[in-house]
């Protein structure tokens, strides 16, 4: 029988109680640190995850180096997940694969051959099918691992040792970059140009201490090198600020704006066509050209005709615009704001400092750590071989005696019992010595051997004595460090094609907003319709004949108006507020259209007074029906959210009721008690907001109608049978006065609707 899953049936329930709240606190706090330490987050000092860690320094224990064979994947994997990271063999391989693609790492750490995934985000093949082995980076990242240059921890089995951190030659961190979310932080870094990571070191050893703004490149001090800004291994162009940039980098939070390559490509005969060489960072080009054919489809881009991707090993997507007088730059720029063309990179330098302490680094602190790191590694190194040579001089001065007494060594060797004790006890040798003399092979006792010793002897005393001066001076320890750097740089200079700079600057173009706003809506002629009610809707092309428009029950037209899907509809509410619609949002013309409520935030008391189009070079007068107003520009009335914008403070029961546009220099104003007045419009203030002033005096009942005009051309309007009147500037002299009067009773044959308009 096997071993039964019940309690033990002793009278003890065998349950310890645990409190719910202190037990999840512990094991989630477990949990986020194991994330943050192990996993999410790099160390400032190599600039790997445990992953990459552990990928590396298993194809180091397998001696794939940068000048060896290919090994397939799958034996890397393996040995990966086997000796050192007990995780799943896909997310390995995915990290393994990560580390190759040069569209990925600015300088891959792997050098695959095979098919490790593309540009447009297709996958690598499996890893049965793929091979690897490192590259110059990953060799100098481990620069003299075999040299005690980093302390080791036991494998998570105890039966390997693993390195701690790696000794990291190469300024991985900000060269490579790193992105990862672990519990409650995450980590965002750019890749960078390692020419000027090295330049930017070299100056802060030189000036230790030295702020932000002196370790990035000024075109003000372009002798002195240093960090432009990212480097994207698909290059693109970032416009950003340097203000913004040197805030970016010395808080160690921000972001960069990239945008893709382009040019303009002559097809003869006035014709072009947008050539795109260059995407953003981790930018999918398939998905990318997608979403342009789905804007198309959609005709969101108006300017636009065709989009076809004719890449090869080279990035090349064809933008065809609508015509040949097609602005190429407002067709970017509708581009730029509408698809990933334009994307923003951004920096959040969340890193492990020490390996134990994750917090944001700016800048400076992080190449000082990394700089400390390396002097680190340097003094270790410095010791082990200063202990390699103290051995090598012990035998070689062991060796010396032997030769120098060869016959009485043999003798000994011949003749004793014990060799060894009597070569100790005779010629005052340690143990080690006495060891080396036993295992000498006989052809090294030739009389040529004896001068090699010598001379060895001499080199490792100077090179001893050389690496003691080295250890007891700090300066020379830093200039050590500052030559290891120098190397790098050469190495990885912007002379060579794989360290020149990818990534361009530019100034992002200043276009109008407007026109790039316009580029993105297709123009069509529209007729906008309101109803009573507050219903609204457009419908296809410019009708003049409103007669036959249909509308609920009980609702009826409250006006109509030709306009263009370009253009913005301004909507005015008896509450004095005024809301901003886009021509081309509007709902359609099948049905009723929709309720305005659902398209903007209008409160109940209040409905829609009038709706136009909107001209920005425009003044209008804005008045209440107790016949206050003021006049307004038109450009300052335009919302651009739903809540919409306050321009007439009126309260119940007075509300807005009229909006006449400017013109001319008079104004006549009518009430509804049959009264009018007419004054110049330079005693009407013009404000931005307000109640306004009085216009026009009543005892009772409030304002009918106003009318802009002219005084030389005179007063006309219509009655309701369409007949039109006129009263000249000498006619008008009884109704001339002054703002706020109570006016005259207005002249024969004005409506009876009290409106100038019939």
């Known amino acids: 029988m096997g071993k039964s899953l019940l309690p033990p049936d002793d009278g003890g329930d065998h349950i310890t109680p645990v409190d719910l709240k202190s037990a999840l606190e512990e094991r989630y706090l477990a949990y986020a640190l194991s994330t943050i330490m192990h996993r999410a987050l790099p160390d400032v000092r190599d ?45 390995v391989y995915d990290a393994l694969v990560r580390l190759a693609q040069d569209f990925s790492q600015r300088y891959p750490v ?61 300024p991985n961190l900000l060269a490579n970059g790193a992105s990862g979310i672990a519990v409650g932080m995450a980590t965002s870094i750019p890749p960078h140009n390692a020419h000027e990571i090295c330049d930017a070191a070299l100056y802060l050893i030189k000036n230790p201490g030295a702020p932000v703004e002196e370790l990035l490149a000024d075109p003000a001090h372009p002798e002195r090198g240093g960090i432009e800004g990212p480097d994207f291994p698909t290059g693109g162009i970032i416009v950003e600020s340097r203000a913004s940039m040197v805030e970016t980098y010395r808080t160690g939070r921000g972001g960069f704006r990239v945008r893709a390559k382009w040019e303009q490509e002559d097809l003869g005969r006035g014709g072009y066509q947008i050539i795109i060489t260059e995407i953003p960072f981790q930018v999918q080009k398939s998905r990318l050209i997608e979403k342009i054919a789905e804007l198309l489809i959609a005709r969101k881009l108006p300017l636009l005709e065709d989009v076809r991707d004719e890449s090869a090993e080279d990035v090349r997507i064809v933008l065809v615009p609508k015509s040949r007088t097609v602005d190429a730059t407002l067709l970017m720029e509708s581009l730029f704001k509408l698809t990933e063309l334009e994307s923003r990179i951004p920096l959040n330098m969340n890193v492990l400092s020490q390996g134990k302490v994750p917090k944001v680094m700016a800048l400076n602190e992080v190449l000082t750590e990394w700089l400390g790191h390396r002097k680190d590694v340097l003094v270790r190194r410095s010791r082990f071989r200063l202990a390699a040579i103290d051995r090598r001089l012990e035998i070689l001065g062991g060796l010396l005696i032997a030769y120098l007494n060869l016959d009485e060594v043999i003798r000994i060797i011949r003749e004793e019992d014990e060799p060894k004790d009597v070569l100790i006890a005779t010629f005052s040798l340690t143990d080690n010595q006495a060891e080396a003399i036993l295992n000498m092979r006989l052809r090294n006792l030739r009389k040529l051997e004896e001068f090699e010793i010598r001379k060895e002897h001499e080199a490792l ?298």
């Not at 490790?116 to 690598?124: E, L, P, R």
């Not at 690897?132 to 040792?161: C, H, S």
């Not at 546009?661 to 104003?669: F, I």
Request: proline share 5%; with cysteine; hydrophobic share 40%.
């Open 110 to 170: 792997v050098d695959g051959q095979g098919n490790f995934g593309n540009i447009d985000g297709d996958a690598a093949a499996a890893y049965r099918y793929t091979e690897a082995r490192m590259t110059e980076v990953a060799a100098l990242l481990l620069e003299g691992i075999d040299q005690d240059a980093v302390d080791y921890r036991p494998t998570y089995n105890e039966e390997d040792d693993e390195p701690v951190v790696l000794p990291g030659a190469f």
């Open 461 to 758: 005393s100077a090179e001893k004595a050389e690496i003691e001066t080295l250890l007891a001076s700090d300066d020379k320890l830093w200039q050590t460090v500052a030559w290891e750097i120098g190397e790098v740089k050469k190495k990885y200079a912007k002379a060579t094609e794989l360290g020149r700079r990818r990534t361009a600057f530019a100034d992002a173009p200043d276009a109008d907003l407007e026109a790039i706003q316009q580029a993105m809506i297709e123009k069509e002629p529209i007729t906008v319709v309101v109803s009573e009610k507050g219903w609204i809707r457009a419908l296809k092309g410019h009708i003049s004949d409103t007669s036959g428009l249909t509308f609920k029950e009980g609702d009826g037209l409250k006006v109509a108006f030709p306009a263009q899907t370009t253009d913005k509809i301004l909507l005015v509410t008896t509450g004095g507020k005024v809301y901003t619609l886009g021509g081309d949002k509007l709902p359609g013309g099948r049905g009723h259209g929709e309720p305005i409520r659902i398209m903007v935030d209008m409160e109940n008391d209040q409905d829609v007074l009038t709706a136009f189009v909107h001209d920005p070079a425009r003044k209008l007068i804005l008045a209440s029906t107790a016949g206050n107003g003021f006049i307004v520009p038109e450009s300052e009335i335009v919302a651009n959210t739903r809540k919409g914008k306050q321009v007439m403070n009126v309260s119940l029961p007075d509300e807005a009721k009229l909006v006449v546009p400017v013109m001319g220099d008079h104004m006549a104003v009518v009430g509804e008690n049959r009264k009018m007045v007419v004054f110049p419009l330079a005693q009407v203030p013009e404000m931005t907001r307000g109640k306004g002033v009085r216009l026009q005096r009543y005892k009772d009942g409030g304002i009918s109608d106003i009318k802009c005009f002219a005084l030389s051309d005179g007063l006309t309007w219509e009655d309701s049978a369409g007949r039109s009147f006129s009263k000249n500037k000498d006619e008008l002299i009884e109704w001339l006065g002054d703002r706020a009067s109570a006016g005259r009773t207005v002249p024969k044959g004005f409506p009876r609707s009290g409106k100038f308009s019939g």
């Open 47 to 91: 600039g790997l995850k445990p992953v990459h860690r552990r990928i590396i320094h298993a194809m180091s224990e397998m001696g794939i180096r940068p000048n060896s064979a290919f090994k397939k994947c799958a034996r890397i994997v393996g040995d990966v997940i086997g000796k050192f990271h007990p995780h799943g063999d896909q997310s």
